[in-house]
């Protein structure tokens, strides 16, 4: 079993910076990939970043790519995603997600582990 806890979301202007945090903890092996989504009401969640644990092999959505870093601390078991130049658009709740796959995927349905989401709004 794999537990993620995100924090670091809140109220921003466009144009300011943010980072994210989602601390991992359980079986590694089960958390090979680790990866951001963020939705928003009445829309699919969207994939923003992925990053393998092993290696640090990333990817990123197209609406992010440019602005956002996804980066992982091993000894901290946590993931980061820096968030810059930030947009109204990129309002949303953004969820941590892991699987055990070989390959960063970009399909909801490919990650069995989720955070319970970190809010980020930004304001015009």
């Known amino acids: 079993q794999v537990q993620l806890v995100e924090s670091g979301g809140g109220l921003v202007q466009a144009g300011d910076s943010l980072r994210l945090s989602c601390a991992a903890s359980?079986?590694?092996?089960?958390?090979?990939?680790m990866a951001w989504f963020r939705q928003v009401p009445e829309k699919e969640r969207e994939f923003v970043a992925g990053?393998?644990?092993?290696?640090?092999?990333?990817n990123y959505g197209d609406s992010v790519k440019g602005r956002f870093t996804i980066s992982r601390e091993i000894a901290k078991n946590t993931v980061y995603l820096q968030m810059n130049s930030l947009k109204p658009e990129d309002t949303a709740v953004y969820y941590c997600?892991?699987?055990?796959?070989?390959?960063?995927?970009?399909?909801?349905?490919?990650?069995?582990?989720w955070g319970q989401g970190t809010r980020v709004t930004v304001s015009s």
């Open positions: 990053i393998k644990w092993t290696g640090s092999r990333t």
């Open positions: 997600a892991a699987n055990p796959l070989l390959d960063i995927t970009l399909r909801v349905g490919d990650y069995d582990f």
């Open positions: 359980g079986r590694t092996s089960s958390r090979n990939v």
